[in-house]
């Protein structure tokens, strides 16, 4: 059997940037409900990835689509 690692808390980073987070955290960036975040996950618009249990999005991604919902605002 493989040893078990500690579970890590707080965000996922990177040299202290941060790469992934919670729809949580996710939602309260893009200033919507989690609601609304799991509606785009579900339908494909913001992509997620499993770390066990856990679903994470890609901060990058998260930056990506607020920047499409500003372009098409003008």
């Not at 339908?43 to 930056?63: A, F, M």
């Amino acid at each position: 059997r493989r040893p078990r690692l500690p579970r890590q808390r707080g965000p996922v980073t990177v040299a202290g940037v941060r790469l992934m987070a919670s729809p949580h955290t996710a939602a309260h960036m893009l200033d919507i409900s989690r609601t609304t975040l799991y509606q785009l996950m579900r339908d494909g618009t913001l992509q997620y990835g499993r770390i066990g249990r856990n679903r994470r999005l890609l901060v990058s991604d998260i930056e990506s689509y607020a920047r499409t919902l500003i372009a098409h605002a003008d």
